[in-house]
């Protein structure tokens, strides 16, 4: 059975940080390229960070550009985002997904973990 369980969220300040987790069993990790999305309160998911199924390569938001960072330990199964200089625009539930492109797209997703920026 494929899971993919997030942890690590929270409440924080402006300025502040938070490292995401999201831990993969059920599947073949290391096959698979990561994402983390985030989805705010009456706005569409939106893809944050990716990176490919050997880690080699990272892209980004541009909005979150230099304040965050994915990676992930094939090893262990798990994929992290730091996420530092968090704002409050950066509140949102984040979700864990998991993609690789064979005869169809096979992707999978986190039940989500809630970041809340506030003073």
């Known amino acids: 059975q494929v899971q993919l369980v997030e942890s690590g969220g929270g409440l924080v300040q402006p300025g502040g940080s938070l490292r995401l987790s999201c831990a993969a069993s059920g599947f073949t990790f290391s096959s698979y390229a990561m994402n983390w999305y985030r989805q705010a309160p009456g706005k569409e998911r939106e893809l944050v960070a990716a990176i490919t199924s050997a880690g080699g390569s990272t892209n980004y938001a541009d909005s979150v550009k230099g304040r965050f960072t994915i990676s992930r330990d094939n090893a262990k199964n798990t994929v992290h985002l730091q996420m530092n200089s968090l704002k409050p625009e950066d509140t949102a539930v984040y979700y864990c997904?998991?993609?690789?492109?064979?005869?169809?797209?096979?992707?999978?997703w986190g039940q989500g973990t809630q970041v809340t920026v506030s003073s």
């Open positions: 997904n998991a993609a690789r492109v064979g005869v169809r797209l096979y992707t999978y």
